[in-house]
C-alpha cells in the first residue's frame, strides 16, 4: 500500500487566499483525521471523520476552516481566508477502528503551509 | 479528563548508553497506548503499542515500552541508543471506549538527540 498521500508538500501563498489541501487515506481505514502541528501548541486534533462523517470538529480554530471527506478515498481541509498564524504542518492520518482493530493510526508527510 | 504528559522537552544521551523517554497519563478506564516517532520533515511513524497482556511491550528498532500502571505510566525505552534514535517521540492515549476508538491524544513530544 502506498500509505497515506497528502497534497501539497509544500505550500506558500499570501494572506486572504484560499488554501486547500487535500488527503488519500489508506484504502480499507474507516476513519480519518486532520490534525496541525506547530512549536508552539504541539500537535493538535482538528477533525475527526468516520465512515465519511465528521464525528469531531471541536478542533477546527474557526469558521475559516472547513473540511469534507466526499468519500472513503479522498478528504479536503480548506482555510478561507488563510492568515499567517495558520501557517503550521498539517497531518492527515487514517486508521481501521471497530471490532478487533486498537485505532494504530498511520500519517500522511504533511503539508507544510507558509501564510505570508 | 484523559491526557498524556511527557514531563521532558528534551533528552540527550551519548551513543550506546541506555535511553529512557518519559510518558505518564490520566485516564478514566483501560488506557490504549502509543509510542510514534517523528523524524525530521516527516510524518509521525508507530513504533509499539500497548493494549492488555504483558506490562513489557517490544516494538520498532529495538524500543520497549513498560506500562506500569500503579505510576501511570509508559516510559519508552531503548538499552543501547544509535544516533540514527535522534528524534521527535510522542507518547498517545486513547480509551478502549468504542465511540472514540481511534482519537488519540498525544503529548506535546520529547526530543531526543543522541550524541556519537
Known amino acids: 500500500d502506498a500509505g497515506v498521500i497528502q497534497s501539497p508538500r509544500h505550500e506558500v501563498t499570501e494572506m486572504g487566499q484560499e488554501v486547500t489541501l487535500r488527503c488519500k487515506p489508506i484504502s480499507g481505514h474507516n476513519s480519518l483525521f486532520w490534525y496541525r502541528q506547530t512549536m508552539m501548541r504541539g500537535l493538535e486534533l482538528l477533525i475527526y471523520f468516520n465512515n465519511n462523517v465528521p464525528i469531531d470538529d471541536s478542533g477546527m480554530p474557526e469558521d475559516r476552516f472547513s473540511a469534507k471527506m466526499p468519500n472513503a478515498s479522498f478528504s479536503t481541509l480548506k482555510i478561507q481566508p488563510s492568515e499567517p498564524r495558520d501557517s503550521a504542518v498539517y497531518f492527515c492520518?487514517?486508521?481501521?477502528?471497530?471490532?478487533?482493530?486498537?485505532?494504530?493510526?498511520?500519517f500522511g508527510e504533511g503539508s507544510r503551509l507558509t501564510v505570508l | 479528563a484523559q491526557s498524556v504528559a511527557q514531563p521532558e522537552d528534551q533528552v540527550n544521551v551519548a551513543e550506546g548508553n541506555p535511553l529512557t523517554v518519559k510518558c505518564t497519563y490520566s485516564v478514566s478506564g483501560n488506557p490504549y497506548l502509543f509510542w510514534y516517532v517523528q523524524y525530521p520533515n516527516r510524518g509521525l511513524q508507530f513504533l509499539l503499542k500497548?493494549?492488555?497482556?504483558?506490562?513489557l511491550v517490544k516494538g520498532s528498532y529495538g524500543f520497549e515500552a513498560e506500562f506500569n500502571k500503579s505510576q501511570t505510566s509508559f516510559h519508552l525505552k531503548k538499552p543501547s541508543a544509535l544516533v540514527s534514535d535522534s528524534a521527535l517521540y510522542f507518547c498517545?492515549?486513547?480509551?478502549?471506549?468504542?465511540?472514540?476508538?481511534?482519537?488519540?491524544?498525544f503529548g506535546r513530544g520529547t526530543q531526543l538527540t543522541v550524541w556519537p
Open positions: 500497548y493494549i492488555t497482556g504483558d506490562n
Open positions: 498517545a492515549v486513547i480509551l478502549d471506549r468504542g465511540s472514540t476508538l481511534g482519537r488519540l491524544y
Open positions: 492520518a487514517s486508521s481501521l477502528v471497530g471490532g478487533t482493530n486498537t485505532g494504530e493510526l498511520f
